[in-house]
C-alpha cells in the first residue's frame, strides 16, 4: 500500500531509481532526491501516499495539469508510473530551498528582493494560466528557491483546468486554509485571480512575517478572510506604502477587486521597483521607437486550424495514439499566438468524411491539419499534411520516434510538427500581402538562410530584397532578411570585420521591428543583434517574447540555452539547447555551447560527443577545430591540443591562420609580444561587442597558461569592463586558475556576477 511505502538512501525503486534522500512530506506524498539511472540526471520523486481514489484521481492530474506547463518558474514534470501499487511521478529537481524557509529565517523582507522573488511566482502563474491550469493551492511551502536564485512553482496537485473543471465541489474544500481565497473557502468557482489572492498572502507573510488572519485554529483562519478584512501589514512593519496598497488589491474578498491577470500584477511589480522593460531594450546604434506599454498587443497574423484525429494503423493496443498524437498537437499549437486551434471534439465529426472543403465551411477553418500514426513493433511513424480549404496541400512532413516513452514521443513530434506548421501557418496567414512572385523569393530564401556560409547568406539575401521590392510589408520577409542580415555579419568570417554588413544588419532589425512587430521571427532577429551588441537584458526579454509568441521556435530555444550556459544558469541552458536540437537537428551551435558546457562540468566524453557531432554537421571547419582546441586545453590535454593545432595549420581560412599563429604562445612558438600584438591588431578591426570579449576571453586563457598573468588579467578586466557575462567560464576554466585570489580576478567577477543578475532579473 502506498502509505506503508518508505524509501531508503541507496535503496533502487522501480528498476530504475536510486535514492539519495528524502526532501520531505507533505498532503499529497513523500518526495525524494532520486537518480534516474536510465538518462543519468538528478530528479525529485513523489510518492503517493493517499490511499482514497480521490486522492489517486488528484496525484493523476497533477501529471496531466503539469505537463501543460512550460515556463522557467513552474517545476518541470517530467514521468508518471507504477511500481507495484505504488504510483509516482518524476519532476525537476531544485536544489535549494523552499519559499516558507526562507520566510522564517528572513521575514520581514525589504521591498526589492521581495518584488524580485514574487516577479518570478508571478512569471510562473502566469504560464500556468495560459496553459489553462489554477494552481489552487499556493502556499510558501510549494514555492522553490533555487540556489542560483530561480524560483519555482511545484506540486499541481489539486490543480484544476480553468475550462470546464474550475468549480469545486459544494462543501469540500481543497487548498491550505491560511492561503486560500474567500471563494475556496465558501466552496464557490475558482479562477485565476484565486491564485493572486493567495499570492497577495504570500507577500503579506514576506512583507511583515506574520499570517494576515490571526486564529486559534486553522478553519478559524480560514473563516476570518470570509467574515473580515486583512490587517494593513503597515500595522506590523514599516512596509513601503505602494507595496502595501498591491498587497491588500491582491487579498480583496472578491475577485473582481484583484488584479484581472497575472500580467496586471506583474507590471505593478515592475512599477514597485522602477523595472517595467520597454519592448526593446536596445543598444544605442539599433533606434527602435518602442510602444510605452511594454510588450503591447500589436495587430497580430490570425488564422483559424482544425485538427483532424489522426488515422492509426498498427496494434490494436495502441489504437489510442492516434487521438493522443493530435491531442499533443493541439496542445502545443494552441500556445502559439495567432492560431484559433479547433480540438478533437470539435472536429471528431468529420473522422470518417475528411473532406477539406466541407470542413473549412462548417468549422470557419483557414488550415486542416490531417494526419496519420503507423505504428510498427517499438517504432512511430507519424505522417502530417496542411490541406486549405480548397483541397491544395501546403505542407507535408513525416516524422519517426520509438514508443518506449509515450509521454516523451507524444512531446517530442508534437513539438517539432507543431513549430512546422506555425512557420507554414505564419506564411499562409501573411500570403494576402504579397503577390505570388514574391512569396516564391521568400520561400526560395529560406531554403538557403539558415546555412552559414557568407554566400549562401548573400543568395538569401538577395532573394528578400526582391520580395521586399514587391511587398515591402510583408512581415514574414521583413523578419527573414533581419534574421540572415545579422548571421551574414556576425556568422560569416568575411563580413564580421565589416562595418557595411553590421550596419545593413541594423538597418535591417529596425526596420522589422518598426514594420512586423507582431512576429516572433522579429524578436529572435533583434535578440540576436542585442547579443551581439552586449544588450543581453533585451536580448533575454526579446527571446522570452519570441517564446511567448512561438513556444515551438527553435532558435529562440538556442540563442536562450546560450546565454543561460554562459550567463549563470547552465542546467536550463543545457535543457533547452537539447530541446533546440530536439525541434531542429540542424541547430550546430548548440553543439558549441554543449560540448563547452560539458567539458566545464568535467565530462569530457559528452564533450567530445558534442565536437564530434559538429564536425560532421557544419562545413565551418574552422569553428570546430577552434572549439576544439580550447576544449582540450581545458582538460589539460596538450597533445591533443597539439594536434587539432596541426588540423588547424591546414585549413585555408585567414581567421585560422591568425588562431594558429597566437595560440603559438602556448607551446613556445610565438612569444607573448607577438601574440598581444596580433590580439591587438584584431580588436582594432572589429565592430562586434560580442567577438571583441571572445578574443579576450582566449586572450586570457593563452596568457594565463604561460604565466604572462599580467597580460591575462588585463585582458580580463577589458572583458569585464565591457560585455563579458561568461560567469561559468569565470567560475569553472581550470585554464584561469593561477588568476584566482588575485584582486582583479575578484573584482572582474564580482562584475560579471552584476551583469548576470540584472539579465535575469
Known amino acids: ?234 500595522s506590523h512593519h514599516a512596509v513601503e506604502d505602494p507595496l502595501a496598497a498591491l498587497i491588500l488589491r491582491c487579498m480583496a474578498r472578491e475577485p473582481e477587486g484583484r488584479p484581472s491577470s497575472a500580467e496586471e500584477l506583474q507590471r505593478a511589480l515592475e512599477a514597485l521597483i522602477g523595472t517595467a522593460p520597454a519592448l526593446v531594450e536596445s543598444s544605442p546604434t539599433l533606434l527602435v521607437e518602442a510602444p510605452a506599454h511594454p510588450f503591447a498587443a500589436i495587430a497580430a497574423w490570425t488564422q483559424s486550424v482544425a485538427v483532424l484525429p489522426f488515422a492509426y494503423r498498427g496494434a490494436s493496443d495502441h489504437a489510442y495514439l492516434g487521438d493522443a498524437m493530435a491531442e499533443e498537437l493541439v496542445d502545443v499549437l494552441s500556445h502559439t499566438q495567432g492560431l484559433r486551434v479547433l480540438a478533437l471534439g470539435a472536429t471528431r465529426r468529420f473522422a470518417e468524411d475528411r473532406d477539406p472543403a466541407t470542413i473549412g465551411a462548417a468549422l470557419g477553418a483557414d488550415s486542416i491539419i490531417d494526419g496519420s500514426v503507423q505504428h510498427m513493433g517499438d517504432r512511430v511513424r507519424l505522417t502530417v499534411r496542411m490541406i486549405d480549404p480548397d483541397g491544395t496541400q501546403r505542407w507535408a512532413e513525416r516524422y519517426d520516434g520509438g514508443l518506449q516513452d509515450v509521454f516523451a514521443l507524444q512531446e517530442s513530434l508534437g513539438r517539432r510538427v507543431a513549430e512546422a506548421l506555425r512557420i507554414e501557418l505564419s506564411v499562409a496567414a501573411h500570403r494576402g500581402a504579397a503577390p505570388p512572385e514574391a512569396l516564391e523569393h521568400y520561400l526560395r530564401a529560406r531554403r538557403r538562410g539558415h546555412r552559414v556560409s557568407l554566400t549562401a547568406a548573400e543568395e538569401a539575401l538577395t532573394l528578400l530584397d526582391r520580395a521586399l521590392e514587391l511587398a515591402p510589408d510583408f512581415g514574414p520577409a521583413l523578419a527573414a532578411h533581419a534574421i540572415v542580415s545579422v548571421r551574414a555579419w556576425w556568422g560569416t568570417e568575411g563580413h564580421l570585420l565589416n562595418r557595411e554588413a553590421m550596419e545593413r544588419a541594423r538597418r535591417s532589425v529596425a526596420r522589422a521591428n518598426a514594420r512586423a512587430p507582431e512576429l516572433a521571427e522579429t524578436y529572435l532577429a533583434t535578440a540576436m543583434w542585442e547579443v551581439q551588441s552586449g544588450g543581453f537584458i533585451a536580448a533575454a526579454r526579446a527571446l522570452g517574447r519570441a517564446l511567448e509568441l512561438a513556444p515551438t521556435m527553435a532558435e529562440a530555444h538556442q540563442y536562450l540555452g546560450q546565454l543561460q550556459c554562459e550567463a549563470g544558469r547552465p542546467q536550463e541552458g543545457r535543457k533547452r539547447l537539447e530541446l533546440a536540437l530536439e525541434l531542429d537537428p540542424s541547430l550546430n551551435m548548440c553543439h558549441f555551447a554543449l560540448a563547452r558546457n560539458a567539458q566545464l562540468e568535467g565530462d569530457t566524453e559528452r564533450a567530445i560527443e558534442h565536437i564530434n557531432a559538429l564536425g560532421t554537421s557544419t562545413g565551418d571547419m574552422f569553428s570546430g577545430t577552434s572549439m576544439a582546441f580550447r576544449l582540450a586545453f581545458y582538460r589539460g590535454d596538450l597533445d591533443e591540443a597539439r594536434r587539432i593545432r596541426e588540423v588547424m595549420k591546414g585549413i585555408s581560412s585567414p581567421a585560422a591562420k591568425v588562431m594558429h599563429t597566437w595560440s603559438g604562445v602556448a607551446f613556445g612558438e610565438t612569444s607573448v609580444e607577438q601574440a598581444a600584438a596580433i590580439h591587438a591588431s584584431i580588436q582594432e578591426r572589429t565592430f562586434n561587442g560580442r567577438f571583441t570579449t571572445l578574443l579576450r576571453q582566449i586572450a586570457t586563457e593563452l596568457f594565463a597558461f604561460v604565466g604572462a598573468n599580467e597580460h591575462a588579467l588585463a585582458e580580463l578586466t577589458a572583458a569585464a569592463d565591457s560585455a563579458l557575462i561568461d560567469l561559468v567560464w569565470l567560475q569553472r576554466c581550470t585554464v584561469l586558475d593561477p588568476l584566482r585570489g588575485d584582486p582583479a580576478f575578484e573584482r572582474a567577477e564580482q562584475a560579471v556576477k552584476r551583469r548576470v543578475a540584472a539579465i535575469w532579473r
Open 1 to 234: 500500500p502506498g502509505g506503508a511505502v518508505m524509501l531508503r538512501p541507496g535503496e533502487l525503486f522501480a528498476g530504475r531509481y536510486v535514492v539519495d534522500a528524502l526532501l520531505g512530506r507533505g498532503g499529497m506524498g513523500a518526495v525524494y532526491r532520486v537518480r534516474d539511472g536510465k538518462l543519468d540526471e538528478v530528479v525529485a520523486l513523489k510518492l503517493l501516499t493517499l490511499e482514497s481514489p480521490a486522492a489517486q484521481e488528484r496525484f493523476v492530474s497533477e501529471v496531466r495539469l503539469a505537463r501543460r506547463i512550460t515556463h522557467p518558474n513552474v517545476a518541470r514534470t517530467h514521468d508518471f508510473g507504477e511500481a507495484g501499487s505504488v504510483r509516482f511521478l518524476t519532476m525537476e529537481y531544485v536544489p535549494g530551498t523552499t519559499l516558507e524557509h526562507l520566510v522564517e529565517e528572513r521575514a520581514p523582507m525589504a521591498t526589492r528582493p521581495l518584488v524580485e522573488l514574487a516577479l518570478q511566482i508571478t512569471a510562473g502563474l502566469g504560464a500556468a494560466h495560459a496553459a489553462g491550469v489554477v494552481h489552487r493551492d499556493l502556499k510558501p511551502a510549494n514555492v522553490l528557491v533555487g540556489d542560483d536564485g530561480r524560483v519555482v512553482i511545484t506540486d499541481f496537485g489539486i490543480a484544476r483546468a480553468t475550462s470546464h473543471e474550475s468549480a469545486t465541489r459544494t462543501g469540500t474544500m481543497l487548498g491550505t486554509p491560511h492561503y486560500m481565497a474567500p471563494e475556496q473557502v465558501m466552496g464557490r468557482p475558482t479562477d485565476a485571480r484565486s491564485d493572486l489572492y493567495a499570492l497577495g498572502v504570500i507577500l503579506y507573510e514576506m512583507a511583515t512575517g506574520v499570517l494576515p488572519f490571526a486564529s486559534d485554529s486553522i478553519l478559524g483562519a480560514a473563516l476570518a478572510r470570509v467574515q473580515a478584512l486583512p490587517v494593513d501589514p503597515r
